[in-house]
């Protein structure tokens, strides 16, 4: 049988989706079903259990795949990026009308009517998708209730710099498999980043490593040197990504400072090195 990645691959050894048949093997492959993220952010974990890691999150209007509902727990393929995990069932949905619009601001609240004095019940993140049904008095209505119609922007309407995004999360908290301003890891950072410009990017590191941009020439391109780099470069290491701001600084979620921040890519470099005995493995520019 193929070697697939698991981490992108619905396949356990009980159970797998239909069109995986003749490439992994299950005791049963079944056809998913479409659904849809209801709440603001849904936590996509290793394991159907409140305890168990998470690996990335799902953004409110995020299409999924439902292979199995078991005691609670969804077992699913993200659509956007292709991750499969355990999602609560509480999360999900039937699919509402595709989306028109998405959250342009790193978090918008979500109100019973449209009166900002009301408690809010929910929040959406910054690339949340929504399908609106009307606009009045300022408020967009959509199936969950009301939001501020400024907060979004139309489907198609895309951002000119990716980096621009990105600095918007300067100071939001690190979060192992976050995605959120609420939240949010180095590969997070990047993938919203570039989602918000159209351009699609894997969830992980390594993943991003291989398809995105294209490596600079070989002096450059592993940190030897620091000179010619410009606003947009992505710089790796092995399990860490981070986003240059011009020639010199670099952004980036991290567990040193535990937010997302920005130093010279030099300082950041000299003591990743210092700590863990990692390189820059490659720097890509798109």
Request: glycine letters at 10%.
């Amino acid at each position: 049988m193929k070697c697939l990645d698991p981490r992108l691959t619905p396949a356990r050894p009980d159970l797998a989706a239909a069109h995986l048949r003749g490439h992994v093997e299950a005791d049963l492959y079944v056809e998913g079903r479409l659904m849809q993220v209801t709440t603001g952010l849904a936590d996509l974990r290793q394991a159907p259990s409140h305890e168990a890691a998470i690996d990335t999150q799902a953004l409110h209007g995020e299409a999924v795949t439902l292979y199995e509902n078991e005691e609670g727990w969804g077992w699913v393929q993200l659509a956007r990026d292709g991750y499969v995990g355990y999602i609560a069932m509480t999360a999900l949905g039937e699919g509402p009308p595709a989306p028109t619009h998405h959250v342009k601001v790193n978090r918008t609240f979500v109100y019973p009517r449209p009166d900002v004095k009301l408690p809010a019940f929910d929040a959406l993140p910054l690339g949340a998708a929504v399908s609106v049904s009307s606009t009045a008095g300022g408020f967009a209505r959509i199936a969950a209730g009301f939001i501020f119609a400024d907060h979004l922007a139309l489907v198609g309407e895309l951002e000119k710099d990716f980096v621009d995004v990105a600095e918007r999360l300067l100071h939001a908290p690190y979060l192992w498999g976050g995605k959120s301003s609420l939240g949010v890891d180095c590969s997070g950072l990047v993938q919203i980043s570039l989602g918000a410009a159209g351009i699609d990017a894997p969830r992980d590191t390594d993943l991003q490593e291989r398809a995105l941009g294209r490596m600079l020439e070989p002096e450059l391109a592993h940190g030897e040197t620091l000179e010619g780099l410009r606003r947009g470069d992505i710089v790796f290491w092995r399990g860490h990504v981070g986003v240059m701001r011009d020639d010199a600084l670099l952004l980036h979620a991290n567990a040193h400072h535990m937010l997302v921040s920005s130093e010279p890519l030099a300082c950041a470099r000299d003591r990743i090195l210092a700590k863990t005995g990692a390189t820059i493995t490659a720097i890509k520019r798109l």
